[in-house]
């Protein structure tokens, strides 16, 4: 849950850059993830970006599996503990002092200390995944930049809008780049790649209906870019609309990080007391976060909203997997006594 709240600093506009701490990560990303394109798109190059965002979220949760595992060996020994904890909670059911409650929170600290338990056993895998998604951000938001083959595709676009004579090419792009609120040099080819990361379908259409026969050569160069970044109907690398197919993404993103959180919850270590702060916010938080999810995703490139479903899903898979492990070790334990 932590990381979806710093999520909502990755707000910029396309043509912000990351610092210095996330620019080296982005880096690092998008060269696994280039890679995994590239596996991809030789396989074939339709929905290419969509399934390479989904090798590499399989990727990435399998490189984490073991903090993935440590994180749930801690809310499982939490589980176990949770009668014992109970008991010192009622000890002091109603004592509402300061004095007490210190004496109720020293308790449960030495209970957790004797059982090798920590609350925070499961705070590490959230924490490190927080740079990856601002890297992922970035990478989805200017994959012209990470990916070679769509950087390619975009010099490709950018050397046939230069052919365009000055005057007719101004003209054309003006008032796209002003309603954008970009500030770009169009006979750039770099910037011009920049350009073209934020242009829509209807944008494409403008332009083409005003170049006159220059837009031979966009039109097959523009049925590539389409077939690799679009996934299903939908541009992994625009941010949602609230059309169909798109709008499904925020849809999906919520109703998945529900999923998660309620397969989590099964096993969690919340407290079955009404009147218990933790056993209210989790509650809270269970419906919340999905719509906080959606919201974010539904700001973000589609991309990012592929990544979190993909990511939402593989997580409850594991949860379910580990969970039943260490509920067949303490089978096994039992069936030794």
Not at 24 to 44: E, Q
Not at 190 to 203: C, G
Not at 242 to 247: D, G, K, Q, R, T
């Amino acid at each position: 849950m932590l990381n979806s709240f710093i999520t909502l600093a990755l707000y910029s506009n396309t043509t912000k850059k990351p610092g210095v701490i996330i620019g080296p990560i982005a880096t690092l990303m998008g060269t696994i993830y280039n890679v995994l394109f590239n596996f991809i798109y030789n396989i074939s190059p339709a929905y290419s970006l969509g399934f390479a965002i989904i090798l590499f979220t399989i990727v990435v949760k399998l490189v984490l599996t073991p903090l993935a595992y440590k994180q749930q060996k801690s809310t499982y020994a939490m589980t176990k503990l949770q009668p014992e904890m109970e008991k010192i909670k009622k000890k002091y059911a109603g004592k509402r002092d300061m004095e007490s409650q210190q004496k109720m929170s020293m308790e449960l600290q030495k209970l957790q200390k004797d059982n090798n338990v920590s609350m925070l056993g499961g705070c590490l895998p959230a924490i490190i995944q927080l740079p990856i998604l601002y890297a992922l951000f970035y990478i989805f938001q200017q994959a012209y930049n990470y990916v070679d083959v769509i950087n390619q595709l975009y010099t490709n676009v950018a050397n046939v809008l230069l052919t365009i004579p000055a005057d007719t090419r101004v003209s054309v792009l003006k008032d796209i780049v002003l309603a954008k609120g970009l500030n770009i040099d169009v006979a750039s080819v770099d910037q011009l790649k920049m350009l073209i990361s934020t242009l829509s379908s209807n944008d494409w259409s403008g332009i083409i209906s005003n170049i006159g026969s220059y837009a031979s050569g966009l039109t097959p160069l523009l049925s590539q870019i389409h077939e690799v970044e679009y996934f299903f109907g939908i541009s992994l690398v625009s941010k949602i609309t609230l059309s169909f197919p798109s709008i499904l993404i925020p849809v999906f993103a919520g109703l998945t990080t529900y999923f998660q959180s309620k397969v989590l919850m099964n096993k969690n270590t919340a407290s079955t007391d009404k009147n218990d702060p933790s056993a209210m916010m989790s509650k809270q938080m269970l419906y919340i976060m999905p719509v906080f999810m959606a919201v974010i995703c539904y700001m973000s490139p589609a991309a990012l909203g592929v990544y979190w479903i993909a990511s939402n899903v593989i997580t409850a898979i594991q949860t379910v997997i580990i969970n039943k492990h260490y509920e067949k070790l303490d089978m096994k334990k039992e069936a030794a006594k």
